[in-house]
């Protein structure tokens, strides 16, 4: 399977709250997640950006070893009768296409390096940008071409991302959930 690399993947979904309804869409999204917490093994984690101006702007993710086993997670949570009104809920608070991402973990990264992080820093750049702090992590689907690097501290002060106008994305994601 493309993007198999029998370590740790790290599964991300972007998705927007409806700039009227900040308050009731983040309080649905941390509700469900939640509810898909108490219901699957997914353990999902929920992030807001705090960069810039994207007050709307959210980010659920989770960590496994095995994509399969991730795959029938998903596909048995659409399955789960009382799981249809919870996902009604937050997307009648957003807005545009969700975004999905999946990343292959550097080698080594251990199974848990996530849960515990407040905030994250992520930098997406195309690959073959010359590495920042840490190994980057590859792209298994949803950002072909690109490679990304995860911080739970500041970039070191001489070893900044380099600019958007390079076809960087730099975001900076606070736990809520």
Known sequence: MVGETGGVQLFQ???????????????????????INEHTGLEMTGWRRTDGDHPGAIL????????????????????????GPVNDT???LTVGKDAFERWDAPPDTPADWLPGW?????VTAPE???A?????????EGADGRITWLR????????????????VRQERWTRIH
């Open 13 to 35: 979904r972007r998705r927007w709250i409806h700039p009227d309804h900040l308050d009731d869409g983040m309080a649905a999204f941390v509700c469900q997640l939640a509810w």
């Open 132 to 140: 920042w702090p840490g190994q980057g992590w590859t792209n298994a």
């Open 60 to 83: 659920a993710t989770t960590t496994y070893e095995n994509h399969a086993w991730f795959l029938g997670e998903v596909a048995r949570l659409q399955t789960l009768v009382d799981y």
């Open 152 to 167: 739970d501290s500041e970039w070191p002060a001489d070893n900044r991302p380099a600019d958007r106008a390079s076809g």
């Open 90 to 92: 937050t997307a009648a």
């Open 118 to 122: 407040s905030f994250f820093l992520q």
């Open 128 to 130: 073959g940008t010359p």
